[in-house]
């Protein structure tokens, strides 16, 4: 048993907010069980200034926390798994997932109620390749302007940079306790979330069974097979961000169904299916509806991105 745990963290305010979350679960649930934060820079962190897809390199929100829980520095990681890469390092493990908050994207605008309402040739703010997409396939007349920073920043630079709206995660206005900045939420037939958008994983070192156990009330397994099927459909593509793809899983009456996208730059090809297995077979649901996307098209436009002959 341990009476001491430490939680590795991103001092952003979502990254805080998910960590306290986390933190106060463990101490309620144990309350002999000190619990506390220590906030880690990510190079995800240093770079503000780029656009993120530019920079490329996986894992930069979440390497610098990976090496201090191998170290022993700290516990355990909290990350949203929108954030964490396909393949984490060697004897560490994501063995948790907890309950999912509103995977969908949320519109925010002071002027406009919908996405339907903002005029021709309206500007809106993302830095997200996913979302510029999706938004330039249903509004080819959109400007869209690329939006950086945490949550803070993007809701400023909403009134500053007068944009029309931006596009953000339900989840973190949700989690920062600033849901009610959200205009509306996208659907996902409009607006398909990125993988593991809405969850929280924790990650610890594989050979640390006490963590493990401690932290195992918190699992979500709904939330986990429905992460683990995007998770699998993101690694056959080898997606890192520089790729218009997005997938969502959900479960109905028992059986999980895995919705996929995979679209091109400018948003004129936009390939999207939709697959179900059983919970068991996650990852093959995930592999599947990969292959279905790359024969569909989706092997083309990869290939246009990596600059190789991707199938
Ligand atoms: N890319 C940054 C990031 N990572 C996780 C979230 C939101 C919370 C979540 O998806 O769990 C955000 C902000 C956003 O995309 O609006």
Same mark, same amino acid.
């Given at each position: 048993?341990?009476?001491?745990?430490?939680?590795?963290?991103?001092?952003?305010?979502?990254?805080?907010?998910?960590?306290?979350?986390?933190?106060?679960?463990?101490?309620?649930?144990?309350?002999?069980? $000190? =619990? /506390?934060?220590?906030?880690?820079?990510?190079?995800?962190?240093?770079?503000? /200034? =780029?656009?993120?897809?530019?920079?490329?390199?996986?894992?930069?929100?979440?390497?610098?926390?990976?090496?201090?829980?191998?170290?022993?520095? =700290?516990?355990?990681?909290?990350?949203?798994?929108?954030?964490?890469?396909?393949?984490?390092?060697?004897?560490?493990?994501?063995?948790? $997932?907890?309950?999912?908050?509103?995977?969908?994207?949320?519109?925010?605008?002071?002027?406009?109620?919908?996405?339907?309402?903002?005029?021709?040739?309206?500007?809106?703010?993302?830095?997200?390749?996913?979302?510029?997409?999706?938004? *330039?396939?249903?509004?080819? /007349?959109?400007?869209?302007?690329?939006? %950086?920073?945490?949550?803070?920043?993007?809701?400023?630079?909403?009134?500053?940079?007068?944009?029309? +709206?931006?596009?953000?995660?339900?989840?973190?206005?949700? %989690?920062?306790?600033?849901?009610?900045?959200? $205009? +509306?939420?996208?659907?996902?037939?409009?607006?398909?979330? +990125?993988?593991?958008?809405? +969850?929280?994983?924790?990650?610890?070192?594989? /050979?640390?069974?006490? $963590?493990?156990?401690?932290?195992?009330?918190?699992?979500?397994?709904?939330?986990?097979?429905?992460?683990?099927?995007?998770?699998?459909?993101?690694?056959?593509?080898?997606?890192?961000?520089?790729?218009?793809?997005?997938?969502?899983?959900?479960?109905?009456?028992?059986?999980?169904?895995?919705?996929? *996208?995979?679209?091109?730059?400018?948003?004129?090809?936009?390939?999207?299916?939709?697959?179900?297995?059983?919970?068991?077979?996650?990852?093959? *649901?995930?592999?599947?509806?990969?292959?279905?996307?790359?024969?569909?098209?989706?092997?083309?436009? *990869?290939?246009?991105?990596?600059?190789?002959?991707?199938?």
């Amino acid at each position: 048993m341990k009476n001491h745990l430490r939680i590795g963290t991103r001092g952003s305010a979502l990254a805080l907010a998910q960590a306290a979350w986390v933190q106060q679960q463990i101490q309620g649930r144990y309350p002999q069980i $000190t =619990v /506390d934060l220590e906030i880690i820079k990510t190079t995800g962190d240093k770079i503000q /200034d =780029v656009a993120l897809a530019k920079i490329g390199g996986k894992g930069l929100f979440t390497k610098e926390i990976e090496m201090a829980i191998l170290s022993g520095e =700290v516990d355990l990681g909290v990350h949203s798994m929108k954030d964490v890469p396909t393949e984490i390092p060697l004897g560490l493990v994501i063995g948790i $997932t907890t309950v999912r908050e509103d995977p969908r994207d949320a519109f925010i605008s002071r002027k406009y109620r919908s996405l339907a309402e903002i005029p021709l040739g309206g500007r809106i703010g993302t830095g997200s390749l996913r979302r510029r997409a999706q938004l *330039l396939h249903l509004r080819p /007349d959109l400007e869209i302007v690329p939006l %950086r920073g945490n949550v803070d920043t993007r809701l400023r630079k909403l009134t500053e940079a007068d944009l029309d +709206a931006i596009i953000l995660a339900a989840a973190g206005l949700h %989690r920062l306790g600033r849901a009610a900045e959200i $205009t +509306a939420i996208l659907p996902e037939t409009q607006m398909l979330p +990125a993988i593991g958008q809405g +969850a929280l994983g924790l990650e610890y070192r594989q /050979d640390d069974a006490v $963590t493990m156990e401690l932290l195992e009330f918190l699992d979500d397994p709904e939330t986990r097979v429905a992460v683990a099927a995007e998770r699998a459909f993101l690694a056959r593509l080898e997606g890192g961000c520089q790729v218009p793809i997005a997938a969502m899983g959900t479960l109905k009456k028992g059986e999980l169904f895995l919705d996929g *996208l995979i679209g091109d730059l400018a948003g004129s090809r936009i390939y999207r299916e939709q697959l179900s297995r059983p919970p068991a077979a996650a990852a093959d *649901l995930g592999q599947q509806l990969a292959e279905t996307l790359l024969k569909r098209g989706g092997a083309q436009i *990869l290939s246009e991105v990596y600059g190789r002959v991707f199938d």
